[in-house]
């Protein structure tokens, strides 16, 4: 079982900075992909990037693309978002997620942090 908990959320204005952090445990962790999503109220949750945990190649949403970098420390099993210049409508709460195997979907997900951007 894989349990993964968020971190770094917090209230910044317009054009600040937020890091997100994502730790996981468990046993042997090595998924496939690590994502953010995130779920703004009254809309779907959405990818915003993802990270092949061992060859490090990334996907980002067009909304963030320029602006939010995902990394990882494997041998630290975190996974971290780097939001620049950030919108008001980036507003949301972002969640990590895990992809244990390429034939899975997201499996596992973390509580969620709140990211609030104000105008």
């Known amino acids: 079982q894989v349990q993964l908990v968020e971190s770094g959320g917090g209230l910044v204005q317009a054009g600040g900075s937020l890091r997100l952090s994502c730790v996981a445990s468990?046993?042997?962790?090595?998924?496939?992909?690590m994502g953010w999503f995130r779920q703004a109220p009254g809309k779907e949750r959405e990818i915003v990037a993802r990270?092949?945990?061992?060859?490090?190649?990334?996907y980002y949403a067009d909304s963030v693309k320029g602006r939010f970098t995902i990394s990882n420390n494997n041998a630290k099993n975190t996974v971290y978002l780097q939001m620049n210049s950030l919108k008001p409508e980036d507003t949301a709460v972002y969640f990590c997620?895990?992809?244990?195997?390429?034939?899975?979907?997201?499996?596992?997900w973390g509580q969620g942090t709140q990211v609030t951007v104000s105008s």
């Open positions: 990270i092949n945990w061992s060859s490090g190649s990334t």
């Open positions: 468990g046993r042997a962790f090595s998924p496939y992909h």
């Open positions: 997620a895990s992809r244990p195997s390429q034939s899975d979907d997201f499996r596992y």
